[in-house]
């Protein structure tokens, strides 16, 4: 599957990272889940940025999982500087089938 991104909020449409710049990043990252389509399929959560600061990483080098890399760099042409998104991406473009939610 890859990425899918799902626009929340449209950013200026003019800034776009490029790879190895660093972005700053607030997230909040759900297990999927099929039986939550009324949720945008989230289940678990299992990690958040929120709270405790933004996440900030250069992108598109491998320093994250390759579903952020591709989703903030290519999906959909990219993000723009302001944009909000949900990017719903498959195993093998995150953790693999590694099981990650511990709580």
């Known amino acids: 599957m890859g990425v899918d991104k799902k626009i929340l909020k449209n950013g200026n449409g003019k800034d776009f990272a490029k790879a190895g710049d660093n972005v700053t990043i607030e997230y ?30 250069p992108i598109g080098m491998g320093r994250v999982i390759r579903g952020w890399d591709d989703g903030i760099l290519k999906a959909d042409g990219g ?6 998104a949900t990017l719903t991406i498959s195993s093998d473009y995150a953790y693999g089938d590694r099981y990650v939610y511990s709580k």
């Not at 993000?79 to 909000?84: D, F, R, V």
């Open 28 to 57: 909040t990252g759900y297990l999927y889940d099929p039986n939550q389509y009324g949720n945008s399929y989230k289940g678990k959560q299992f990690d958040s940025s929120v709270g405790r600061g933004d996440f900030v990483t």
């Open 79 to 84: 993000m723009s500087l302001g944009e909000k």
